[in-house]
């Protein structure tokens, strides 16, 4: 099949770098002689036939920025037969004959729906999360682990002067990635993650009355968004350690910033690999990261594929974290 025009969406949460790999996406195809539509929010676009044309200078100016150009959503909708039926009909009447997805595994549930409906769709893993389980990396995850880090250092400043205990959630609901990395980063007393659970009294309080003892006034606790409430962690510590604590939820603000070097490198090779399968009319794919370099997988292997928790990292945390 002769691919003349591409569509390119994002979906799901956004990520930074999720425009480095709209830029790469539309600046490969063009340079292909193809022509490249824009769908905008997601899976919605398609359903309400939402779609813009994008030339060489619709993507000037935004590899540096975060969020996303074409918006992003979740789509109930598109999750019905009817919705997916809408889209295939969008695509038909755009002369859209793939589309590269940018976004996490709910994004790629949506590719291989679609593909399986007759039009070819290419995964980007994008999720500041890390939670795709066929990849080694999600574009976003690089800048946004670095922002956890930065408010975290904040956070300790004024914990250290008032020998207080701050416990932070950061977002994750069921992955632990950002609290691993952030809590390592940050030299955080104790890190809780969705994938090991730790006993309150045991692990986190005694660990903290253990520190006091050698000396130590001030404690961090990095907790991932899945794990529980930060504000009731922080009165159980206070109440049973009397060590004064306080909750901060980070929250969107983990979202948002400039792309990373990382993450902006990143997209746009993924950005790339995608439009390369797409132009051979070959769908139903992702590409991931797998040491270090830019592969490719089906997609219903891909969403089938189990992601190892760092355990390794985790026991460097918790063996340096006294
Ligand atoms: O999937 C990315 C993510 O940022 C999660 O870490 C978080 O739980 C969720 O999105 C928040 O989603 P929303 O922006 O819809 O509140």
């Not at 955080?188 to 903290?208: C, G, M, Q, Y």
């Not at 983990?254 to 993924?270: E, L």
């Amino acid at each position: 099949m002769k691919v003349k025009t591409i569509g390119v969406l994002t979906s799901g949460g956004d990520a930074p770098g999720m425009n480095a790999a709209v830029r790469a996406v539309v600046r490969t195809a063009l340079s292909k002689g193809m022509q490249v539509k824009g769908i905008i929010r997601g899976y919605n676009g398609l359903i309400d036939d939402d779609i813009v044309d994008m030339n060489i200078r619709s993507v000037s100016d935004i590899i540096h920025r975060g969020g996303t150009m074409l918006y992003t959503a979740r789509s109930p909708r598109f999750r019905e037969e009817e919705g997916i039926q809408m889209a295939v009909q969008t695509c038909e009447k755009h002369g859209i004959d793939g589309i590269v997805c940018i976004g996490g595994d709910g994004t790629f549930r949506g590719a291989r729906d679609l593909s399986l409906h007759g039009v070819p769709c290419v995964g980007v893993p994008a999720t500041i999360d890390n939670d795709i389980s066929s990849t080694e990396y999600t574009i976003g995850f690089d800048t946004a682990v670095n922002t956890c880090m930065e408010m975290v250092d904040r956070l300790r400043d004024t914990a250290q002067s008032h020998d207080r205990c701050t416990v932070v959630e950061v977002m994750g609901r069921g992955a632990g990635y950002l609290a691993l990395h952030s809590g390592v980063a940050c030299g955080a007393t104790t890190i809780l993650v969705p994938e090991i659970r730790l006993d309150v009294e045991k692990d986190i309080i005694d660990k903290i009355l253990n520190s006091q003892r050698t000396g130590k006034k001030h404690f961090i606790v990095v907790v991932a968004e899945g794990v529980g409430s930060v504000d009731r962690l922080a009165q159980q510590i206070q109440s049973v350690t009397g060590i004064d604590s306080r909750a901060t939820v980070l929250g969107h603000v983990q979202r948002g910033g400039t792309p990373s070097v990382r993450d902006r490198v990143t997209a746009s090779k993924m950005g790339y690999e995608a439009v390369q399968l797409l132009s051979q009319g070959i769908g139903n794919r992702v590409v991931a990261e797998k040491d270090g370099k830019i592969v490719d997988y089906d997609i219903y292997d891909a969403l089938n594929m189990e992601k190892d928790f760092d355990e390794y990292l985790h026991e460097v945390a918790n063996a340096i974290s006294n």
